[in-house]
C-alpha cells in the first residue's frame, strides 16, 4: 500500500536522509490523523530513524530551517525543532518502550518493528517510508490500518506489557476512544482495569494532561465513564467518584449525581470551548455527597452544596495539579453562584435581586447562564421546557437592567480610600461597614449609582457611627507623628 503525504516537506526530509544514507519513516499520530483525515491533524511529525536521531535532526534542521534552534532531549535519543507550522521530532528506533516521561534513558538501538512494537497502540505504531526506494509506503505490522477503518484501540503487545511499560497509556486509550470516537478491544480494555492502581507510579501533571484533553473530546461524558468502569477514576479523581450511585429512603431516590454531572458536562461542551467552564460543569455538584440529608417530610436536601462546593474548589485544583490562579477562581465562582440564576427565575424577579446578580458574576454572567442552562438535565421534556424559558426570562431582566444601570463591573462611585480621608480613620471596620451600606443601597436600587447621592450616604452612615468628617489629611499627619516617634 503507498500513502504519499503531498506536503512537500516529506520530499525534503526525503532527500536529506538519503543524502545522509539513512534510512527514515513518518510514525505516531501524524500518520494516524493523516489516514484518518481528521480536521485538525497532528501538528506534531514524529520521525523514526535507524541510527542517531540527535545528529539527523541537526542535518534536516540545518538544511530546512537554517538557525532554527534545536531542542535536544540526549537521555531519549530525540531532537526536535519547528518549520512553519510543525513541530518535526527525531528519535532512533529503539528496542525499549517509547515513553518520553520515563526517567530511564532509551539507549539500545532497534530496528523499525522493534520501535513499533513498543509503541502505545496498533494506530499509533503505523509508520510511512521516507526512503527513497520505498518512498509513501506503508509499514504496518500490527494491523493498525485494519484498526483505524474498524474503530479499535489496541496495544501491539500484550497489553499488560504495553501498559507496564508506560502506565499513562491506559489513560491514552480511553482518551483516544472519546477524541476518536473508537472502542476499546475487549482485552487492551480488561488489561486497563487489572492494572488501573498502576497508575499511581505517575505524575499528576500527566495524568491531568490527558484528562483535560478528555473534557475537551466533544462527548466528555463517554470518558469519564470508561475512567469510572476501568476503576482509574477513583484512582486519580475520587471526589467525582463519589458523586455516584442512588440511595432510596422511604421510596424517595435522589438523582445519580455522577451521572447527572456529566450530562452537564457534556451540555455545557456543546456550548463552549471554554475548558474552565467545562471544568466548572463537571464539579458544580462537587459537595453534593457531603451535604446530603434525609427529611421524612421534604426528601432529599443537598443544602449548601454550592458554597461547599466552591471551598472544595482550591484544595481538588492543588492536588491535581491544576492552575491556582484566577481560573481556579473562576471556577470556584461558577459552582459558587451555579444556583443563583434558576433560584432567581422561580421567584418574582426584582431588579434588585437581578443587580446582585450581575455584581457578584460580572463579566462571567454569560459563562454563568450557560451553566445555569447546562444543569437543566430532566428527562421530563415539558418540565425541561418550563425551566430553559424561565432562565430565558432572567437573561431578559439581565440584560435590561445592565443597559440601565451597568453593574456588570460596578465600583461603587465612593471607595475605602475617600471614607478614610472625608473622617481622618485608620482603616478598618467602620470603612468596611460604610462601603458595604453604600454597596447594598445602590444594589438595592434605594440611591442612584452616582458620587453625590453615594457621598451622601457615606455621610449619614458615618454620623451613624459616631464618625465625623474631619481634616482630610488628618491621617496621614498622625502617621507622620507615628513614624517620626
Ligand atoms: N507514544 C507511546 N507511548 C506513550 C506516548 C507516545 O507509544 N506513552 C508514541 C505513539 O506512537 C504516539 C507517538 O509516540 O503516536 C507520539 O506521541 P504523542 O505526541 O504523545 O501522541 P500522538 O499520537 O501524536 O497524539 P496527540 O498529539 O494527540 O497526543
Not at 315 to 325: A, G, S, T, V, Y
Not at 390 to 401: F, G, P, T, Y
Amino acid at each position: 500500500m503507498h500513502i504519499c503525504p503531498d506536503d512537500n516537506i516529506f520530499i525534503k526530509l526525503s532527500e536529506i536522509i538519503t543524502a545522509e544514507n539513512i534510512k527514515a519513516w513518518v510514525i505516531g499520530g501524524y500518520v494516524r490523523d493523516y489516514i484518518l483525515k481528521r480536521d485538525n491533524p497532528d501538528k506534531d511529525i514524529d520521525i523514526v530513524v535507524l541510527g542517531n536521531g540527535i545528529d539527523i535532526a541537526r542535518k534536516a534542521a540545518s538544511r530546512l530551517a537554517p538557525g532554527t534552534n534545536v531542542s535536544v532531549f540526549r537521555n531519549f535519543g530525540t531532537a526536535m525543532f519547528r518549520y512553519k507550522d510543525y513541530d518535526i521530532e527525531f528519535v532512533g528506533a529503539r528496542k525499549e518502550s517509547y515513553d518520553r516521561n520515563s526517567r530511564k534513558p532509551v539507549v539500545e538501538n532497534g530496528t523499525l518493528e522493534d520501535d513499533q512494537k513498543r509503541r502505545d497502540f496498533t494506530i499509533n505504531a503505523l509508520a510511512i517510508s521516507l526512503n527513497k526506494e520505498t518512498y509513501g509506503e506503508l509499514t504496518d505490522p500490527f494491523n493498525g490500518l485494519d484498526d483505524l477503518r474498524k474503530k479499535i484501540i489496541r496495544t501491539p503487545l500484550d497489553p499488560d506489557t504495553t501498559f507496564s511499560d508506560d502506565p499513562l497509556r491506559m489513560m491514552r486509550a480511553i482518551r483516544f476512544a472519546v477524541q476518536l470516537d473508537f472502542r476499546i478491544d475487549d482485552e487492551t480494555l480488561a488489561s486497563i482495569s487489572s492494572n488501573a492502581e498502576r497508575i499511581n507510579i505517575l505524575s499528576r501533571e500527566r495524568i491531568i494532561a490527558e484528562l483535560n484533553k478528555i473534557i475537551m473530546c466533544r462527548k466528555p461524558s463517554r470518558g469519564f465513564i470508561l475512567l469510572e468502569e476501568t476503576g482509574l477514576l477513583k484512582m486519580v479523581f475520587p471526589e467525582l467518584e463519589s458523586l455516584k450511585g442512588v440511595e432510596t429512603i422511604e421510596g424517595k431516590a435522589h438523582k445519580d449525581n455522577f451521572l447527572h454531572s456529566l450530562k452537564v458536562l457534556d451540555n455545557i461542551s456543546r456550548k463552549t470551548d471554554n475548558i474552565w467552564l467545562r471544568w466548572a460543569a463537571l464539579l458544580h455538584d462537587i459537595a453534593k455527597p457531603a451535604t446530603r440529608k434525609y427529611d421524612q417530610e421534604t426528601g432529599w436536601s443537598f443544602h449548601g452544596h454550592e458554597f461547599l462546593g466552591g471551598k472544595m474548589i482550591p484544595e481538588i485544583f492543588r492536588r491535581l495539579k491544576l492552575p491556582m490562579n484566577d481560573r481556579m477562581k473562576y471556577v470556584r465562582k461558577m459552582v459558587e453562584l451555579h444556583l443563583r440564576p434558576i433560584v432567581l427565575s422561580q421567584e418574582i424577579v426584582t431588579d434588585s435581586a437581578v443587580r446582585r446578580l450581575l455584581f457578584d458574576a460580572g463579566d462571567d454572567i454569560d459563562d454563568l447562564m450557560l451553566l445555569c442552562e447546562a444543569d437543566i438535565t430532566s428527562k421530563n421534556e415539558a418540565t425541561k421546557k418550563r425551566h430553559l424559558e424561565k432562565l430565558q426570562l432572567v437573561r431578559h431582566k439581565l440584560k435590561e437592567i445592565e443597559e440601565k444601570d451597568a453593574v456588570r463591573n460596578f465600583k461603587p462611585p465612593v471607595d475605602g480610600t475617600e471614607i478614610i480621608r472625608t473622617f481622618g480613620i485608620k482603616p478598618g471596620k467602620e470603612v468596611g461597614i460604610i462601603k458595604n451600606a453604600i454597596r447594598d443601597a445602590i444594589l438595592d436600587g434605594i440611591i442612584p449609582n452616582e458620587y453625590e447621592a453615594a457621598r451622601q450616604l457615606m455621610l449619614e452612615k458615618g454620623k451613624e457611627l459616631g464618625l465625623v468628617p474631619g481634616d482630610p489629611n488628618a491621617v496621614q499627619d498622625q502617621e507622620a507623628q507615628a513614624d517620626d516617634r
